[in-house]
């Protein structure tokens, strides 16, 4: 049983959609990470949250931290095909990660 | 400042070989870590370290084996390889503030 549960596994969409990915927790975690893994790379660190409520924006990537620490969202605006990936989300309890959306941006 | 290095980044064993997997960071973190990726999985720690001379068992120890003589180098033993052990295997450098991860570029492993 994974502890963070990602949804959707897999999204294809056409280059200009916006999409938002989830993390969910029944635990409630003192940060959250996303990353961004591509083909035959280690993943990379995207942003860390840490304050319940909390909104980090980069670029065209919107993160938020749900208000009980157990949950979190990415949105991407105006996709591009430079997105496409593997994006994982892993919280600090004992560095455990989701499984994973894999986002195919088609131009 | 190489961030995390790893070696090799292919390699293919026999069942019942042995073999090490290197892991080196240079950016004096004290918490390292080993995870192997499988399709659908994501990614599950194998052992962790918190300094040196500390090691500790992850979610999926069993079959492979760790040090940590220095800060710098963290390598993963396999014992005696088994096709199960077939994966994608990342080592991770962790800063100690916010548990921001650090990876190297992964070593592709084939038991046959």
């Known amino acids: 049983t994974q502890l963070l549960e990602q949804s959707p596994q897999f999204l294809s969409i056409q280059e200009g959609e916006n999409l938002t990915v989830y993390c969910n927790s029944s635990?409630?975690?003192?940060?959250l990470q996303w990353y961004r893994q591509e083909p035959g790379e280690g993943p990379v660190l995207l942003v860390t949250?840490?304050?319940?409520?909390e909104v980090k924006k980069l670029k065209r990537l919107t993160f938020q931290f749900g208000d009980a620490r157990k949950d979190s969202s990415l949105h991407i605006t105006a996709a591009q095909p430079g997105d496409t990936g593997l994006y994982l989300c892993?919280?600090?309890?004992?560095?455990?990660f989701g499984a994973g959306t894999i986002l195919r941006v088609k131009s | 400042n190489a961030g995390v290095t790893q070696t090799p980044k292919f390699q293919v064993l026999k069942t019942g070989q042995s073999m090490t997997l290197q892991c080196a960071q240079d950016m004096n973190h004290e918490y390292m870590s080993w995870y192997r990726q499988d399709p659908g999985m994501g990614l599950r720690l194998i052992h962790y370290s918190v300094g040196a001379g500390i090691t500790d068992q992850g979610e999926v120890p069993n079959g492979y084996n760790v040090s940590r003589s220095t800060t710098e180098d963290f390598p993963l033993r396999l014992l005696s390889a088994a096709p199960s052990q077939t994966s994608v295997y990342f080592c991770?450098?962790?800063?100690?503030?916010?548990?921001?991860?650090?990876f190297g570029p992964g070593t592709r492993l084939t038991v046959t």
């Open positions: 892993a919280g600090e309890n004992k560095l455990v």
């Open positions: 635990s409630v975690f003192s940060s």
């Open positions: 949250v840490v304050t319940g409520g």
């Open positions: 991770a450098s962790t800063g100690t503030e916010t548990y921001e991860q650090y």
